[in-house]
């Protein structure tokens, strides 16, 4: 009995320079460096600076949805709100009861 047994190649992964991927995705050097510190990339970091990112998780990494814009909630004071404070401040001059 003769068993044939295929061997299997492993491809490696392409990789990209934090340049080509900055390119690529249109997202900035640094902020390419700081998913890959992240994580939330995967490449090879070769020394303190030097990084590789491979292609298949900038392409993931696209591809999935991202919130734009800074973490966490901002409001913003609404139009209502500032009205009412302009009426408030008004009923206070009417009434003498500010101080002005």
Known sequence: MSFHMEEATVEPRRE???????????LSRNHITYLLRQGKLEGRNFGHRLWLVYADSL???????????????????????LDGLHSSAETRREDGSGNG
């Open 59 to 81: 392409d993931r990494y696209l591809g999935t949805p991202h919130k734009p814009g800074p973490k966490g909630t901002h409001k913003k004071a609404s139009s209502d709100h």
């Open 16 to 26: 990209l320079s934090t340049q080509e991927a900055s390119q690529r995705s249109g």
